[in-house]
């Protein structure tokens, strides 16, 4: 089991950059191929990219791609995503989470940590 806490959200400028933590607690996290989601105002979590235990695969949604890069330090159980070119509507609670399988889209663990609030104003 993976605990997980996310860091790093905040107010940026449209078109701004900010860079989101999670940090992992568990022996496991390397075995873990790990996905960031978000959910906005009055809609469902989301995936938003999602990167292989090792680190060397990643994917994403299609409204991301260009635009943020998912990326992970397994010396310090930590994923992070870099946001560029935010635009207002990527505002939204980011979370992390592990995925069962490379390339899916759904959480592993039906818990969530706090997540950290991002807000992108025009």
């Known amino acids: 089991q993976v605990q997980l806490v996310e860091s790093g959200g905040g107010l940026v400028q449209a078109g701004g950059s900010q860079r989101l933590s999670c940090a992992a607690s568990?022996?496991?996290?390397?075995?873990?191929?790990m996905a960031w989601f978000r959910q906005a105002p009055g809609k469902e979590r989301e995936f938003v990219a999602g990167?292989?235990?090792?680190?060397?695969?990643?994917y994403y949604t299609d409204s991301v791609k260009g635009r943020f890069t998912i990326s992970r330090d397994n010396a310090k159980n930590t994923v992070y995503l870099q946001m560029t070119s935010l635009k207002p509507e990527d505002t939204a609670v980011y979370y992390c989470?592990?995925?069962?399988?490379?390339?899916?889209?759904?959480?592993?663990?039906?818990?969530w940590g706090q997540g950290t609030q991002v807000t992108v104003s025009s």
């Open positions: 989470n592990a995925v069962p399988w490379y390339g899916s889209r759904f959480s592993e663990y039906d818990y």
């Open positions: 568990g022996r496991t996290f390397t075995s873990h191929h």
């Open positions: 990167i292989s235990s090792d680190g060397d695969g990643t």
